[in-house]
Each structure stands twice: as structure tokens, then as C-alpha cells.
């Protein structure tokens, strides 16, 4: 009984992991591919660190005119299969959004007036469009309606991508046509998945009768305010930094270099959104820790090979997919990939306090890694630049990292398995031949050997789902 409801629990993480893949990995591959597009047509790097500026800008504002409702709204939404209950959750997430909009919009206007910010408006008309785009999303999610959080995804990509062309490519609009891009292929996703999917006009009711759902929504999604916006002054203050100290060239070639790592933050990302649905379903469960425990190490896993993999078949390819004006970018992709590494990890301690609704035990760890990530920026930044903000953004991961190993015991107990620690060895090593070797021939056979180490010390269990799952394939095969 216990060995069937491991593989069925097996088999539902698997199957939400593979739904996830399908909606990030595609459109991530979409708007992996306008990096060759910026960085020939946007040809100077101060245009496009400014764009990226104002993009972290948006994503610092977010918490504040979601008031992070949209996690809310999927937190409580996974909870109850009752319309009427839904209908309260949705309107009032909402009724809420629409107050921040117009509220945000009345701030920008007063600051208009007294003070010229280079495309102001385009940020905040973005600013507003991700907010709902990610409200439909996250709402969609939480209904259990994953063709439309895929949806939504993929069409969204595909607009960047057609519109990047169009405005960038074509008319040649610079960072405008960027904007242009993002904001116009949001506004597309939003309506043609509303218009399929009618989540908006089913469930929201202006004057259906809340109740509670305002106190209870508002004191989960509350204290995730600062947690997010402590979490994004971590993740996003290098930017602000970097321009500030080395200006906004070198924030274009920074921007490069960190969108690489957008592979391993969307695997992160993906992971996620399996775990966070799976974690609260089994967080009751009897097995509770050795399932979190074995789920960890395989994570740990599949990102240490995903490093190497990835980061050194990049290098291979650099030459043809990044700008003239932005090769020196490269300089910087390993180790901020392992930053990138660092931070995955840090997901993974997000849901304990998910899962017991305690996210007001979250702020003080996100708090202390903010400060430190601002404090060591400031004295590191100047003196060793670029390499100053990606050795400030590992520290500040191992902080929240060793704080939250120990603060999530309350919570469950994580065991460490010994084999995880070749591969955590190995990324660390990989450091060197990446930025002393020049050979092509060289990396390619580093690459191979990686992959050797990695297969050796594959978990158990994992080489032994692997193969069974290879087997099935070949015997499909062979039978058709």
C-alpha cells in the first residue's frame, strides 16, 4: 500500500514537473532566442541596461500593486473545489488589483509633473500589464486549469518574439520597440486565454458577499510584501549598482551575461511550481521527511549537471549568438550562473512556511540576506566591479541558505545524502577550466567527462527511473 502511494505520488510530481517544463521551457527557449535579436539590433549596451533598469524596476514595484494577492489567490484557491468560495477568492484578489492600478497611476501622474524620467510611462503601462497578466496566470493555476497557465506562457512568448521582430528588428525602435514587445504581447496572452477560458467573467461577481476572505487573503499575502521585495532587492540591486558605479554600459553587458542564466532560474522556477502544489499536498504526510529529503537531493542534482551542461556548450556558441559590442559578457556567465545555482537552492526553503501559511516566519531571513546582499555591494562594487556584485550575490545566498536550513526544522528534517556532494564539488571545480581554457576542443571533452562524473553518481533510485523509463521508450519504438 505505502510502495503504491510512493509511485503514484512519484508519478504526479513527474507529471505536474512535465505540464510546468512544457509552459516555462517553451516560452523561455522564445525569449532565449531574442538575445542574438538585442544584442545586434540594440547595438549599444547603455540602451539596453537602461531597458533593463526600468524592467527591474517594474519587478521591485510588483509586490507593492499586487499586494502578492496572485499568491495569495493560488494559495487559498488550491484549497477549496467550492464556486462560491472561488468567486470570493477571485473577486476580491481583483477588486484589490484595481485599487493598486489606479493608485499607482495617480502617483505617477504627481511625479510627471515635477520630475522627467525617461520612459516612465512605459514602465508603468508594463507594470500594470504584468500585474494582471500574472494575476490570470497564477488564478488559472490555482483552479487546476493548466492549459491556461501554460496558455498563457507560451502565447505571451510568442508575441515578444513576433513583436521583437516587428519593432526592433524591422522599424528599428531601439529599447521602445522592446517595450512595445513585452507590453503588447502580455495584453495578447491576457486576451485571447480570457476569451477561451472565461476564468474572469465565471468567477468574478462585484456583488457577491466576501465575508472573511479579505483577513484571511490579506494575512497570508501581507507579510509576503516584504519578503518579496527584500527577496528582489537581493536579486535585483546588482543592476542598480552597477550603473550607478560603472555605468550604464556596463549594466548592458551585465544584463547579457545574467539573462543567460535564465535557464537555470526558469529549471528553478519550474521545480517550484511542481513543489509548491505537491509540498502542501503531502505536507501531512507520514513519510513527510524522507520524501522532502529525497526530492531536495534529487534537485540538487539535476541543477549541479544543469550548470555544467549548459554553461560550457554556451561557451562553445558565444561567439555567434551574443553582439560584437557584447562579448565581453562572457567573462561573467559561469559565475553567475552559480550564483543563479545558489539562489535555486534558496527556492526550494520557500515552501515549509507556504505549506504551514507561517510566511511571516520568512521576513526575518530575507531581511538579514538583503541587508548583507546591500552592505557587502556597497563595499565590494567598487573595488572589484562587476565580479564585486556576483561574489556579493553568493555570500547573500549561502546566508539565506544556512539560516533557513536550520529555521526550517520546525517545519520537517531534510537528510543530506554524501554522493550530492561530487556534484556540488565538481561545479565548483568547473570554474577553473571555464575561464583558463580558450580550446573549443578542450571544453567539449570537459564537457564529456562532466557528464561521466555526473552519470556515476547519479542517485540510485534516479539512474534506476531513468533506465526503466529508457526502456519503455526503446520497447514503444521497437513495437511500432
Given at each position: 500500500?505505502?510502495?503504491?502511494?510512493?509511485?503514484?505520488?512519484?508519478?504526479?510530481?513527474?507529471?505536474?514537473?512535465?505540464?510546468?517544463?512544457?509552459?516555462?521551457?517553451?516560452?523561455?527557449?522564445?525569449?532565449?532566442?531574442?538575445?542574438?535579436?538585442?544584442?545586434?539590433?540594440?547595438?549599444?549596451?547603455?540602451?539596453?541596461?537602461?531597458?533593463?533598469?526600468?524592467?527591474?524596476?517594474?519587478?521591485?514595484?510588483?509586490?507593492?500593486?499586487?499586494?502578492?494577492?496572485?499568491?495569495?489567490?493560488?494559495?487559498?484557491?488550491?484549497?477549496?473545489?467550492?464556486?462560491?468560495?472561488?468567486?470570493?477568492?477571485?473577486?476580491?484578489?481583483?477588486?484589490?488589483?484595481?485599487?493598486?492600478?489606479?493608485?499607482?497611476?495617480?502617483?505617477?501622474?504627481?511625479?510627471?509633473?515635477?520630475?522627467?524620467?525617461?520612459?516612465?510611462?512605459s514602465t508603468i503601462v508594463l507594470l500594470v500589464v504584468m500585474a494582471i497578466y500574472e494575476f490570470l496566470a497564477q488564478i488559472s493555476r490555482g483552479l487546476g486549469?493548466?492549459?491556461?497557465?501554460?496558455?498563457?506562457?507560451?502565447?505571451?512568448?510568442?508575441?515578444?518574439?513576433?513583436?521583437?521582430?516587428?519593432?526592433?528588428?524591422?522599424?528599428?525602435?531601439?529599447?521602445?520597440?522592446?517595450?512595445?514587445?513585452?507590453?503588447?504581447?502580455?495584453?495578447?496572452?491576457?486576451?485571447?486565454?480570457?476569451?477561451?477560458?472565461?476564468?474572469?467573467?465565471?468567477?468574478?461577481?462585484?456583488?457577491?458577499?466576501?465575508?472573511?476572505?479579505?483577513?484571511?487573503?490579506?494575512?497570508?499575502?501581507?507579510?509576503?510584501?516584504?519578503?518579496?521585495?527584500?527577496?528582489?532587492?537581493?536579486?535585483?540591486?546588482?543592476?542598480?549598482?552597477?550603473?550607478?558605479?560603472?555605468?550604464?554600459?556596463?549594466?548592458?553587458?551585465?544584463?547579457?551575461?545574467?539573462?543567460?542564466?535564465?535557464?537555470?532560474?526558469?529549471?528553478?522556477?519550474?521545480?517550484?511550481?511542481?513543489?509548491?502544489?505537491?509540498?502542501?499536498?503531502?505536507?501531512?504526510?507520514?513519510?513527510?521527511?524522507?520524501?522532502?529529503?529525497?526530492?531536495?537531493?534529487?534537485?540538487?542534482?539535476?541543477?549541479?549537471?544543469?550548470?555544467?551542461?549548459?554553461?560550457?556548450?554556451?561557451?562553445?556558441?558565444?561567439?555567434?549568438?551574443?553582439?560584437?559590442?557584447?562579448?565581453?559578457?562572457?567573462?561573467?556567465?559561469?559565475?553567475?550562473?552559480?550564483?543563479?545555482?545558489?539562489?535555486?537552492?534558496?527556492?526550494?526553503?520557500?515552501?515549509?512556511?507556504?505549506?504551514?501559511?507561517?510566511?511571516?516566519?520568512?521576513?526575518?531571513?530575507?531581511?538579514?540576506?538583503?541587508?548583507?546582499?546591500?552592505?557587502?555591494?556597497?563595499?565590494?562594487?567598487?573595488?572589484?566591479?562587476?565580479?564585486?556584485?556576483?561574489?556579493?550575490?553568493?555570500?547573500?545566498?549561502?546566508?539565506?541558505?544556512?539560516?533557513?536550513?536550520?529555521?526550517?526544522?520546525?517545519?520537517?528534517?531534510?537528510?543530506?545524502?554524501?554522493?550530492?556532494?561530487?556534484?556540488?564539488?565538481?561545479?565548483?571545480?568547473?570554474?577553473?577550466?571555464?575561464?583558463?581554457?580558450?580550446?573549443?576542443?578542450?571544453?567539449?571533452?570537459?564537457?564529456?567527462?562532466?557528464?561521466?562524473?555526473?552519470?556515476?553518481?547519479?542517485?540510485?533510485?534516479?539512474?534506476t527511473s531513468i533506465i526503466n523509463r529508457f526502456k519503455k521508450f526503446t520497447t514503444k519504438i521497437s513495437n511500432n
Amino acid at each position: 500500500m505505502a510502495e503504491t502511494k510512493q509511485q503514484s505520488r512519484k508519478k504526479k510530481f513527474i507529471k505536474d514537473f512535465g505540464i510546468y517544463a512544457i509552459g516555462n521551457l517553451g516560452s523561455k527557449l522564445i525569449t532565449f532566442l531574442m538575445i542574438p535579436l538585442y544584442t545586434y539590433f540594440v547595438e549599444k549596451p547603455s540602451d539596453y541596461g537602461y531597458f533593463d533598469l526600468c524592467l527591474q524596476v517594474c519587478f521591485l514595484m510588483f509586490p507593492i500593486i499586487t499586494l502578492q494577492l496572485r499568491d495569495g489567490a493560488f494559495r487559498f484557491l488550491l484549497d477549496t473545489q467550492d464556486t462560491t468560495e472561488r468567486s470570493r477568492i477571485i473577486t476580491f484578489a481583483y477588486r484589490t488589483l484595481s485599487t493598486t492600478i489606479v493608485s499607482t497611476i495617480a502617483i505617477a501622474l504627481c511625479l510627471s509633473m515635477f520630475i522627467h524620467i525617461d520612459y516612465l510611462w512605459s514602465t508603468i503601462v508594463l507594470l500594470v500589464v504584468m500585474a494582471i497578466y500574472e494575476f490570470l496566470a497564477q488564478i488559472s493555476r490555482g483552479l487546476g486549469n493548466n492549459k491556461a497557465f501554460i496558455a498563457v506562457g507560451l502565447i505571451a512568448s510568442f508575441g515578444i518574439c513576433l513583436f521583437s521582430i516587428i519593432f526592433v528588428a524591422w522599424l528599428n525602435m531601439g529599447i521602445m520597440g522592446i517595450f512595445l514587445a513585452n507590453i503588447l504581447s502580455r495584453i495578447l496572452s491576457v486576451v485571447i486565454v480570457e476569451y477561451r477560458m472565461k476564468t474572469f467573467s465565471r468567477f468574478f461577481n462585484i456583488k457577491i458577499d466576501l465575508k472573511d476572505i479579505p483577513k484571511q487573503m490579506l494575512s497570508y499575502s501581507i507579510p509576503l510584501i516584504p519578503v518579496s521585495l527584500c527577496w528582489l532587492l537581493t536579486t535585483t540591486s546588482d543592476r542598480y549598482f552597477v550603473s550607478y558605479f560603472l555605468g550604464f554600459e556596463m549594466t548592458g553587458i551585465y544584463a547579457i551575461a545574467v539573462r543567460f542564466g535564465g535557464l537555470i532560474h526558469t529549471l528553478s522556477n519550474i521545480f517550484l511550481q511542481t513543489w509548491q502544489e505537491n509540498a502542501i499536498q503531502q505536507y501531512h504526510s507520514p513519510d513527510r521527511d524522507s520524501f522532502f529529503s529525497k526530492v531536495f537531493n534529487y534537485y540538487l542534482y539535476v541543477l549541479c549537471f544543469t550548470l555544467i551542461a549548459f554553461t560550457f556548450t554556451l561557451k562553445l556558441c558565444y561567439g555567434w549568438i551574443v553582439g560584437a559590442n557584447y562579448q565581453d559578457s562572457l567573462e561573467f556567465v559561469y559565475l553567475i550562473n552559480l550564483s543563479t545555482i545558489l539562489f535555486a537552492i534558496t527556492v526550494y526553503f520557500e515552501l515549509p512556511y507556504q505549506c504551514a501559511k507561517d510566511t511571516k516566519r520568512a521576513i526575518p531571513s530575507i531581511i538579514l540576506t538583503a541587508v548583507v546582499n546591500i552592505t557587502l555591494n556597497f563595499i565590494l562594487t567598487p573595488i572589484l566591479h562587476i565580479y564585486g556584485v556576483i561574489l556579493t550575490a553568493i555570500i547573500s545566498y549561502l546566508t539565506l541558505i544556512i539560516y533557513r536550513w536550520i529555521d526550517t526544522r520546525r517545519y520537517f528534517t531534510l537528510h543530506f545524502h554524501a554522493r550530492t556532494l561530487i556534484p556540488l564539488g565538481l561545479i565548483l571545480f568547473s570554474a577553473i577550466p571555464f575561464h583558463l581554457n580558450d580550446s573549443h576542443l578542450i571544453d567539449t571533452l570537459y564537457i564529456v567527462f562532466s557528464i561521466f562524473i555526473l552519470a556515476i553518481f547519479t542517485p540510485k533510485e534516479l539512474q534506476t527511473s531513468i533506465i526503466n523509463r529508457f526502456k519503455k521508450f526503446t520497447t514503444k519504438i521497437s513495437n511500432n
